[in-house]
């Protein structure tokens, strides 16, 4: 899937991502391999600037998801990827899904990587937050792929 989001294109990044979103979601597998390919996780944080706002949203969801690999978040501290997920965030313009997505991706980001919130003290821990698959059903639910 990386290489299809590498190669670009409109119609092979929406259905790479959303993929990515369904493995990484479930399988800790896929974010050990995502961040094995994409060390700094290039890719999806330049699928962040899309305009299409499905691909944007189950971006979001990756990164979130990949936040729960050791040492991923340390990778994104010198990017502006805290600005880039608060004005997701709290842009009226995106779609919910959009907004909580990019929310739960910060909130792990920050509890993982205290320092991108410049917060040393915060105990790393809570997982189990919701994901919300943008433009789909959540697994489970593969016909409206």
């Not at 971006?59 to 608060?86: F, H, K, R, Y």
């Not at 917060?119 to 593969?142: C, H, I, K, Q, W």
């Amino acid at each position: 899937m990386i290489k299809f989001l590498k190669a670009g294109g409109q119609t092979a990044s929406r259905y790479a991502v959303k993929i990515l979103a369904i493995c990484t979601n479930s399988y800790h597998e896929a974010r050990e391999e995502v961040i094995r390919l994409d060390k700094k996780l290039s890719i999806l944080m330049k699928l962040l600037d899309s305009e299409d706002e499905i691909v944007v949203g189950n971006a979001a969801l990756c990164l979130g998801n990949c936040m729960e690999v050791p040492l991923a978040a340390s990778s994104l501290l010198n990017t502006d990827i805290v600005q880039v997920l608060l004005k997701l965030a709290g842009s009226d313009a995106q779609k919910t899904d959009v907004q909580l997505n990019a929310g739960i991706a910060l909130g792990k980001l920050c509890t993982a990587e205290p320092r991108c919130a410049g917060l040393d003290s915060v105990p790393l821990g809570t997982r189990g937050e919701p994901s919300y698959f943008s433009g789909g059903s959540p697994p489970g639910a593969l016909g409206s792929y």
